[in-house]
């Protein structure tokens, strides 16, 4: 049903079903993540001892509705890819919820996860390190299917076929390696990769600060059209408020494993409140060059007496054990 949308996603009275269908449950959240907590031991010496805990995720709530990108914005450290992966159960929570159309995903069995698994999907930042280099285009984008049993033969030809045209690839590129693509063109294919499942969520993990400037908009623009045409909702990381403003309808913004402040898009442009959010906006380039803004960078309070805390900025906080 969704391939053959898929398929005649050009058609317009298919995309107008999709949108209204999107809408109609665009009520109730697709996803709701509450009070989500992340930690990872901090070891050292010899023996790996533990020494403390890393509080990676430190209480993370948000909802994201059917065909919404919320965006998930913050500094190199603070905490974005755990909570995609955490959300994905890549990594273990320690806890909090995770709740998918309502149900509590961090409590379900690997078998009850595995229907879920292909509804939620994951783009890379890195797309050279995310495809593996000994198999064909064709294999990457098919293999998922196939083991998901959804078509084989000439029917997993024709899907492989119809994700390649909608990510705007040859037909050919199907018989190539990763590495004869160019970083854009491999995106294209992680992003046909994610697609094959017909995922209703898509954590987009800075799926374009890998690429040229030129390249980022033609990813941007093929992730906002197949959102237009499959309903797609995005949890959309990034450390580009530029980006962010180009593509999401509400934003997150993030520091030391926590969520300091949410707004919708325009919101958290003009009325921004936190001041490490005034700090990230003021670090955008202006597009008129003499009218640059003076980058301020924000420490908590406590913080920015302590002259050790202001040389590392980035980073999440270690609590040492007593
Ligand atoms: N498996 C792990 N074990 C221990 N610490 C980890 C692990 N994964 C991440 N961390 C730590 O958790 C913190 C958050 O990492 P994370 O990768 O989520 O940050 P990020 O916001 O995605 O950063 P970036 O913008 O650089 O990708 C970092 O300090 C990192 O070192
Ligand atoms: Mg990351």
Same mark, same amino acid.
């Given at each position: 049903? =969704? ?10 009275? +298919?995309? =107008? ?81 995770? !709740? =998918? ?154 520091? !030391? ?8 898009? +325009?919101?958290? =442009? ?53």
């Amino acid at each position: 049903m =969704y391939l053959s949308r898929l398929l005649d996603a050009w058609l317009p009275p +298919e995309c =107008y079903a999709l949108s209204m269908m999107s809408r109609a449950d665009a009520s109730q959240p697709l996803l709701d993540v509450r009070d989500l907590h992340t930690h990872f031991a901090v070891r050292s010496g010899l023996l790996g001892r533990a020494v403390g805990v890393m509080r990676a995720v430190d209480g993370v709530s948000f909802t994201i509705h059917p065909g919404e990108t919320l965006g998930l914005v913050g500094e190199s450290g603070c905490g974005k890819t755990t909570v995609g992966r955490t959300i994905l159960r890549l990594i273990p929570a320690t806890s909090g919820e995770v !709740r =998918y159309k309502g149900r509590d995903m961090l409590k379900l069995s690997r078998v009850e996860m595995r229907p879920l698994r292909r509804e939620m999907q994951i783009i890379f930042q890195d797309p050279a390190g995310s495809l593996n280099p000994r198999l064909r285009a064709g294999r990457i984008i098919g293999e998922p299917i196939e083991v998901h049993g959804l078509a084989k033969g000439e029917a997993l030809g024709r899907r492989v076929n119809a994700l390649l045209d909608r990510v705007g690839l040859p037909r050919s590129a199907a018989e190539r390696f990763p590495h004869e693509f160019s970083g854009g063109q491999r995106q294209r294919i992680g992003i046909a990769r994610a697609l094959a499942l017909e995922p209703r969520l898509i954590i987009c993990d800075e799926p374009t600060s890998a690429l040229d400037v030129s390249i980022q908009s033609q990813i941007l623009n093929l992730l906002r059209d197949l959102q237009r045409d499959l309903g797609l909702a995005y949890l959309f990381i990034s450390h580009d408020m530029a980006v962010v403003r180009h593509i999401c309808d509400r934003v997150a913004v993030m520091f !030391r494993g926590k969520i300091v402040e949410m707004k919708d898009r +325009e919101s958290i =442009y003009t009325a921004a409140e936190h001041p490490y959010t005034r700090s990230l906006l003021a670090a955008v380039p202006e597009p008129v060059p003499r009218r640059r803004r003076r980058h301020v960078p924000w420490l908590p309070e406590e913080e920015t007496t302590d002259a050790a805390a202001v040389a590392v900025v980035s980073g999440t906080r270690v609590k040492r054990k007593a």
